[in-house]
């Protein structure tokens, strides 16, 4: 079983090619890891008009489920507490176009689901 050190070290590693895939993709990448009390995002980036709140997931095969099935209800509704928090604390509009995007990292490949999911706050 990997120790949770390992555990980590890949998380960290798939976050960043999760962040370059954005970057060839358009995505400027704003902040990384944002935390805060109420929880926190793997990637903040600008898309377009859209600020967007990105959860990287990965998974080395499929026997446990796809890596965009592991973004619960749950976890989708703290990550819209924290993109209201990311708001506020930078001094942003509450109207500001944000967008909830998922990189399912993948043995072999990435894919991005732009607009996972809708605020759930």
């Known amino acids: 079983m990997q120790s949770r050190v ?22 400027q990448i704003l902040q990384k890891n944002y935390r805060c009390k109420i ?3 793997d ?3 600008r898309h377009g008009e859209y600020l967007v709140f990105v ?20 976890k989708q509704k703290r990550i819209s507490k924290v993109c209201v928090w990311y708001l506020r604390e930078n001094h942003l509009s509450l109207d500001t176009p944000c967008r909830f995007d998922v990189v399912a990292v993948g043995s072999e490949e990435v ?8 605020y759930r706050g």
């Open 6 to 27: 390992n555990k980590r070290a890949l998380g960290m590693e798939k976050e960043q090619v999760a962040a370059a895939f954005l970057e060839q993709q358009g995505y």
């Open 39 to 41: 929880g926190e995002v």
């Open 43 to 45: 990637l903040i980036a």
């Open 55 to 74: 959860e990287v997931k990965y998974r080395k095969n499929d026997r446990i489920g796809s890596p965009e099935e592991a973004v619960t209800p749950a």
């Open 111 to 118: 894919r991005i689901y732009q607009n996972a999911f809708p």
